[in-house]
């Protein structure tokens, strides 16, 4: 199976998860969501790549919430060879004073166009290991610091190593944030001068040769969201004959800046949206941050009414996304309408059978689904009850809620905490439910379902997010915050609303909010249907055609790969 995908150079695309299929626990939130969308593209658009990431046996984290609403986590494990195929090949790779063996399992992305691309899920699991090495590629984001690190060093240099015992011929490394930037070290390793070609002074390493063959994408501008890790722990544990000097120079002299190192070994860098590549600019000076905004891939994150809406209006939508700017002149209200319907009475009958909770279909649904993390601001909803019972009497709405708090975010875990309280208090006036173990299956159906995609974090620190990309590709306008991609998505009243307030601040006040929710989103909802309708197309003709993974691709293959 593998000699079909060896037969010509290809770009390895390195990512510390990745999203293939709901069954498959190798993901936990958008960089994993990413991640498979640009694999899924790359098939679509005939890119010839190869994805490589973690095995993750024991996933990232199964979720339930308690009657108290306390975040339970349980191990979400699944069985590699239900899906994949394991590959005879294995390389070694000294850790912490030990040879750690590495395999890999062959996992067939199959493209909805008919491509495929190859996926390497790497897996220390081998009888060769003992049983602490055997579970480094176990738990996603999982253990501490001198776990990370392992893990970096699997994926990174391990990954490197594999590809060639494999036989793949790498054109170009593209690193999905900084996880994987120690594959740059391997590189180095690969390209040295002799010492007749080394003049005094001079790093024996052809670092100019190993940037040329990789691009960085950095995702966030949160600080904690760049590993760092001790030179004391990285000696003890990269026990593979770097030259530590040489490091310090390229990864940061306090401690291995993981991000650093992909800064100072990739020719190309970019962020994940306009405004987050100044902010990335701004973060790490002397470096030259382009912008590609993500995108989503069409045929994953339309719903199955709007899939055979747009197949039966636009057909190659699929190939060229871009068709979709004919909605508004090619597609009847009524069959957008029907198939939004559709999606929404699907969301009903799911959260009913997970939550008891009854929706309406003929009320507005207001979705909100992240990572349950302070700067996103999940409560920025409910900061003033009295004000939101006042609004829910006239012009009713329901709420529903999603995500994961990482198991060791106590402050992310209070505020799911919070929200079920609130939820509780507002019970009698306004319907609201959170769906547990939100995953990529539950993302398909909230995105579609809902009237409305809330976003509320706190600028600039939403790097992009594409959630509400994929709303927009199910005709869902989004009512969100001017940061991330919204910036660049909102066309006040065409596409969608911003948060914002008559002074000019666009940070999101809850005053803001309720005014913009009391006086535009919910007298043009309860309205007549096509003005809300018109702002649905808004959201697919200018949103969905330009914001999706198509897009991105040809982004990358012509300012990354070839150029």
Same mark, same amino acid.
């Given at each position: 199976?593998?000699?079909?995908?060896?037969?010509?150079?290809?770009?390895?695309?390195?990512?510390?998860?990745?999203?293939?299929?709901?069954?498959?626990?190798?993901?936990?939130?958008?960089?994993?969501?990413?991640?498979?969308?640009?694999?899924?593209?790359?098939?679509?658009?005939?890119?010839?790549?190869?994805?490589?990431?973690?095995?993750?046996?024991? +996933?990232?984290?199964?979720?339930?919430?308690?009657?108290? +609403?306390?975040?339970?986590? *349980?191990?979400?494990?699944?069985?590699?060879?239900?899906?994949?195929?394991?590959?005879?090949?294995?390389?070694?790779?000294?850790?912490?004073?030990?040879?750690?063996?590495?395999?890999?399992?062959?996992?067939?992305?199959?493209?909805?166009?008919?491509?495929?691309?190859?996926?390497?899920?790497?897996?220390?699991?081998?009888?060769?290991?003992?049983?602490?090495?055997?579970?480094?590629?176990?738990?996603?984001?999982?253990?501490?610091?001198?776990?990370?690190?392992?893990?970096?060093? !699997?994926?990174?240099?391990?990954?490197?190593? &594999?590809?060639?015992?494999?036989?793949? @011929?790498?054109?170009?490394?593209?690193?999905?944030?900084?996880?994987? =930037?120690?594959?740059?070290?391997?590189?180095?390793?690969?390209? @040295?001068?002799?010492?007749?070609?080394?003049?005094?002074?001079?790093?024996?390493?052809?670092?100019?040769?190993?940037?040329?063959?990789?691009?960085?994408?950095?995702?966030?501008?949160?600080?904690?969201?760049?590993?760092?890790?001790?030179?004391?722990?990285?000696?003890? /544990?990269?026990?593979?004959?770097?030259?530590?000097?040489?490091?310090?120079?390229? =990864?940061?002299?306090?401690?291995?800046?993981? @991000?650093?190192?992909?800064?100072?070994?990739?020719?190309?860098?970019?962020?994940?949206?306009?405004?987050?590549?100044?902010?990335?600019?701004?973060?790490?000076?002397?470096?030259?941050? *382009?912008?590609?905004?993500?995108?989503?891939?069409?045929?994953?994150?339309?719903?199955?009414?709007?899939?055979?809406?747009?197949?039966?209006?636009?057909?190659?939508?699929?190939?060229?996304?871009?068709?979709?700017?004919?909605?508004?002149?090619?597609?009847?209200?009524?069959?957008?309408?029907? =198939?939004?319907?559709?999606?929404?009475? *699907?969301?009903?009958?799911?959260?009913? =059978?997970?939550?008891? /909770?009854?929706?309406?279909?003929? /009320?507005?649904?207001?979705?909100?689904?992240?990572?349950?993390?302070?700067?996103?601001?999940?409560?920025?909803?409910?900061?003033?009850?009295?004000?939101?019972?006042?609004?829910?009497?006239?012009?009713?709405?329901?709420?529903?809620?999603?995500?994961?708090?990482?198991?060791?975010?106590?402050?992310?875990?209070? &505020?799911?905490?919070?929200?079920?309280?609130?939820?509780?208090?507002?019970?009698?006036?306004?319907?609201?439910?959170?769906?547990?173990?939100?995953?990529?299956?539950?993302?398909?159906?909230?995105?579609?379902?809902?009237?409305?995609?809330?976003?509320?974090? &706190?600028?600039?620190?939403?790097?992009?997010?594409?959630?509400?990309?994929?709303?927009?590709?199910?005709? /869902?306008?989004?009512?969100?915050?001017?940061?991330?991609?919204?910036?660049? +998505?909102?066309?006040?009243?065409?596409?969608?609303?911003?948060?914002?307030?008559?002074?000019?601040?666009?940070?999101?006040?809850?005053?803001?909010?309720?005014?913009?929710?009391?006086?535009? !989103?919910?007298?043009?909802?309860? +309205?007549?249907?096509?003005?809300?309708?018109?702002?649905?197309?808004?959201?697919?003709?200018?949103?969905?055609?330009?914001?999706?993974?198509?897009?991105?691709?040809?982004?990358?293959?012509?300012?990354?790969?070839?150029?």
């Amino acid at each position: 199976m593998l000699d079909e995908f060896i037969h010509e150079p290809r770009i390895a695309y390195f990512s510390m998860e990745i999203a293939l299929r709901n069954e498959i626990q190798t993901y936990a939130g958008g960089l994993g969501m990413l991640a498979g969308d640009t694999m899924r593209s790359a098939n679509d658009l005939d890119l010839p790549m190869v994805a490589v990431s973690l095995m993750s046996r024991a +996933g990232y984290f199964r979720q339930e919430i308690d009657a108290q +609403g306390r975040q339970l986590e *349980h191990p979400a494990t699944w069985e590699p060879g239900r899906w994949a195929l394991q590959l005879n090949a294995k390389i070694a790779v000294p850790i912490d004073g030990r040879m750690v063996w590495i395999c890999a399992w062959l996992y067939v992305l199959q493209g909805s166009m008919g491509g495929r691309q190859p996926v390497l899920l790497l897996d220390t699991d081998l009888n060769e290991n003992s049983s602490e090495d055997r579970e480094l590629t176990h738990y996603l984001y999982g253990g501490d610091n001198v776990y990370r690190l392992k893990q970096e060093i !699997v994926l990174g240099i391990g990954g490197v190593r &594999l590809l060639q015992a494999l036989g793949f @011929t790498i054109r170009h490394y593209h690193m999905n944030e900084g996880h994987s =930037a120690l594959l740059g070290l391997e590189l180095m390793r690969r390209f @040295t001068y002799s010492e007749e070609e080394l003049r005094p002074g001079e790093s024996r390493y052809d670092i100019p040769r190993v940037r040329d063959l990789c691009s960085f994408t950095t995702h966030t501008p949160v600080e904690a969201g760049h590993d760092r890790f001790p030179y004391e722990l990285v000696q003890r /544990v990269l026990d593979d004959g770097f030259d530590i000097e040489e490091i310090k120079h390229l =990864a940061g002299e306090d401690s291995l800046n993981m @991000t650093r190192l992909a800064l100072n070994l990739s020719e190309y860098i970019n962020g994940v949206a306009k405004k987050h590549a100044e902010v990335a600019n701004a973060m790490f000076p002397g470096y030259l941050v *382009h912008a590609i905004t993500n995108g989503v891939h069409p045929y994953t994150w339309a719903s199955e009414g709007f899939r055979q809406l747009y197949d039966h209006y636009l057909p190659s939508w699929c190939h060229e996304p871009q068709l979709l700017m004919r909605v508004d002149c090619c597609i009847p209200d009524n069959a957008i309408w029907q =198939a939004h319907a559709q999606a929404k009475q *699907h969301l009903i009958e799911k959260v009913q =059978a997970l939550t008891g /909770v009854v929706l309406k279909p003929n /009320v507005p649904i207001f979705g909100f689904a992240r990572r349950m993390t302070a700067y996103k601001r999940p409560s920025l909803l409910f900061s003033n009850f009295e004000r939101l019972q006042t609004i829910a009497r006239k012009q009713p709405f329901q709420i529903v809620l999603a995500g994961k708090a990482h198991p060791r975010d106590e402050d992310g875990k209070h &505020l799911i905490e919070q929200l079920h309280a609130q939820a509780r208090t507002l019970a009698g006036a306004i319907p609201i439910a959170y769906l547990p173990d939100y995953d990529l299956a539950m993302a398909q159906t909230l995105t579609a379902g809902v009237d409305v995609w809330l976003n509320t974090p &706190l600028p600039p620190f939403e790097a992009s997010g594409t959630s509400g990309m994929k709303a927009a590709l199910n005709g /869902v306008p989004n009512f969100s915050v001017l940061d991330g991609w919204w910036i660049e +998505g909102c066309l006040e009243g065409v596409t969608g609303w911003a948060i914002d307030d008559k002074t000019g601040m666009v940070d999101g006040s809850p005053h803001a909010l309720y005014d913009k929710l009391e006086q535009v !989103v919910l007298p043009l909802y309860y +309205g007549a249907r096509e003005g809300w309708v018109k702002v649905m197309k808004g959201a697919i003709s200018k949103n969905a055609s330009y914001f999706n993974s198509h897009r991105m691709m040809r982004r990358y293959a012509t300012e990354a790969y070839w150029r």
